[in-house]
């Protein structure tokens, strides 16, 4: 992990830190950078029940301060599951959660990236902002084990 302010000329760039990240097996790598670093950032901490499923811990990056190593994003299989318009990221290999593409949702294009997945993080230094999706984020309730018909428009 590594931070960075740095001064130009009179515009002053904001503290950002580069984090290397990759799932469990080392099949897929990637970096991040955040602004503002990582000690100073707030990590959502979701109830849904993607989030509790799957275990993440969530970083907001805009697409373009991720880095994908060697083709990481197209190696990553997805989930997609109730409206469809996001992609949950996971390595084919060892099941890691990764990330959520938020491509056709959030402008600009940004990522989900968990936490989890920061080589060397240690989890209890985080600040947490904690989100009740189970009741906030609509449709609400526990999504596990339900899909979304497209033809009638309808949880199942």
Known sequence: MSTSATTEGTEEKKPSGT???GCHCGYIKFAVT??????????????????????????YPDAANVKW?????SRCAAYQFNTKAKDQLFCPKCGASLAIDFRDVLKPH????????????NLDELKYKKLDGINKVQPAGDLSGHYWDEEKGEMK
């Open 34 to 59: 955040l602004s503002p670093p990582l000690p100073e950032y707030q990590v959502l901490q979701c109830n849904c029940s993607a989030c509790t499923r799957f275990g993440y811990l969530l970083i």
């Open 19 to 21: 984090y290397e990240c």
């Open 69 to 73: 190593h060697n083709d990481g994003r």
């Open 110 to 121: 940004r990522y989900g990236i968990s936490a989890r997945t920061i080589y060397g993080v």
